[in-house]
């Protein structure tokens, strides 16, 4: 079978097949702007796994091996109404990949390239298989935490394409905490360009430009990428009171910080600056996001009451509403109550698990990062050289091995939102360390976010990643050789 990651829901291998020759093989597409940008993606995509030109053209010669690539609402799995379900059979002539939506159609392609083999002579071709498929969940995504230490817009382009092509489709960016603040804001210049020297490794720090995030969601989108901005408030917001003393009780700006430790900052609630700073910085954010939604942290305001903490709540959500956009916290804010249309991130499988069955009760939706599966800054072992240990250690089969449906005992899996690996940066400012870190694990939780349980079996698992390997080592990414895989 096939070395697909995340491992599709129906895969078969007719008898009596044939590989199909990529010598002389032409893309072929529907008439939309949309068929047609998606197949020269593929031609670019395909020909760097493969190793040949693979081109797009309206008439292939007669004879020639051809892959048609179509948006089809028959797409997919029978029955399925997946918006991003998708076909591929390379037992047909021409081959077809087709998509019930672009997403579909791109997430096809992503299949096709890992069907990538050699036929009896050596030369490239691609297996003869037939796929169906469809996600288990809707959002998929990475949070990146590029506040701690910043990387700049070609390692996040760099990412985006790994996300891509796992089918992943969402780029959290954990934009600001008390080590830098790392977006333009128009209405709060002051924000970016005094408050992004510093970071936790002590290194250069930096931040994103409006033209930088407007280039980052459109390199996104082609990818089929969201791109979600999260302001964390309100607590690690060091970065923020560094600059404007006035969000202080006394008037003084704190010091800056480049430390690890979290929960000492807050912003005050009833401070007059405190609600027009949110409101500027979060309808700024709205204003530049192109995507539904915005997080706003919520998460290790350890010092704030929880009477002062329940009202900050409700302030973000009521200022998040009047964006227009959708609302993402962290768990913490389930317990202030947070609304019914509230999503709430899970990720401190420590915590008291009542306030979330509370939550769904309400009707919130749950994005699903247990740090104990889903960090994946967490060591690999107890000696690795990078990330911490504080949800414990993650090697390949433990990112591997969990279920979304059962980690909130009392949250009925019709409310889970998605699945999103996170990725701490404290002790991570290089792309080398960033990717050491992310793989294998990331297509872990690729498989976990997309592949229906009774799918997935960590042997075949183990197989299809050691595979994946020769496209990381040809890219020249990174990546952890733990001894749990064959390599």
């Known amino acids: 079978m096939p070395a697909i990651i995340p491992q599709p829901l129906q895969v078969s291998t007719p008898q009596g097949t044939t590989a199909l020759s990529l010598d002389g093989a032409v893309f072929i597409a529907g008439p939309s702007a949309t068929e047609q940008r998606i197949a020269l993606q593929a031609s670019a995509l395909m020909s760097a796994d493969a190793g040949v030109t693979v081109p797009l053209t309206e008439a292939p010669e007669p004879g020639a091996p051809a892959i048609q690539l179509r948006i089809d609402a028959a797409a997919g799995p029978e029955g399925s109404d997946h918006p991003e379900r998708y076909t591929v059979d390379t037992t047909v002539r021409p081959a077809v990949v087709s998509g019930a939506t672009p997403a579909g159609l791109y997430y096809g392609v992503q299949t096709l390239r890992q069907l990538v083999t050699t036929d009896t002579f050596g030369a490239p071709a691609l297996e003869a298989v037939v796929v169906t498929d469809a996600p288990r969940y809707g959002w998929r995504g990475l949070t990146l935490d590029i506040a701690r230490n910043f990387f700049p817009m070609k390692q996040l382009e760099i990412v985006i394409d790994v996300l891509a092509s796992y089918k992943f489709n969402v780029l959290h960016l954990h934009l600001t905490d008390d080590q830098g603040w790392r977006i333009e804001n128009p209405s709060r210049p002051e924000l970016a360009k005094l408050s992004s020297d510093t970071s936790n490794s002590g290194k250069a720090g930096g931040y994103l430009t409006l033209a930088d995030f407007r280039q980052l969601q459109d390199y996104a989108a082609e990818r089929f990428v969201t791109v979600v901005p999260e302001i964390d408030m309100p607590g690690h917001t060091n970065a923020a009171t560094a600059i404007y003393g006035d969000l202080r009780p006394d008037g003084k700006a704190t010091d800056k910080y480049e430390g690890m430790e979290v929960g000492f900052s807050q912003l005050t609630f009833d401070l007059p600056t405190t609600e027009p700073f949110i409101r500027d910085v979060l309808t700024d954010m709205a204003g530049i996001t192109d995507g539904d939604y915005l997080h706003v942290g919520g998460d290790e305001a350890l010092t704030l009451g929880a009477e002062e903490y329940a009202k900050f709540i409700t302030l973000l959500e009521d200022v998040v509403a009047d964006t227009g956009k959708q609302v993402i916290m962290w768990q913490e804010a389930a317990a202030a109550p947070t609304r019914p249309g509230t999503i709430v991130q899970y990720w401190d499988t420590r915590s008291d698990k009542t306030p ?115 496209s990381w080592r040809r890219d020249g990414l990174a990546f952890h050789q733990s001894p749990q895989i064959d390599w």
């Open 356 to 470: 979330f069955v509370e939550a769904a009760k309400r009707g919130s939706r749950f994005i699903m990062s247990p740090g104990n599966h889903a960090y994946l800054d967490m060591k690999y072992t107890a000696e690795y050289p990078l990330g911490q240990d504080w949800a414990g250690l993650i090697e390949a089969r433990t990112a591997y091995d969990w279920d979304p449906a059962t980690v909130i005992e009392g949250v009925p899996e019709d409310q889970i939102h998605g699945v999103e690996a996170a990725l701490w940066t404290e002790t991570l400012s290089t792309q080398d360390e960033l990717f050491d870190m992310l793989l294998p694990r990331l297509t872990a939780t690729a498989e976990v976010a997309w592949t229906a349980p009774e799918r997935k079996d960590w042997e075949d698992y183990r197989a299809r990643v050691a595979v994946a390997a020769a």
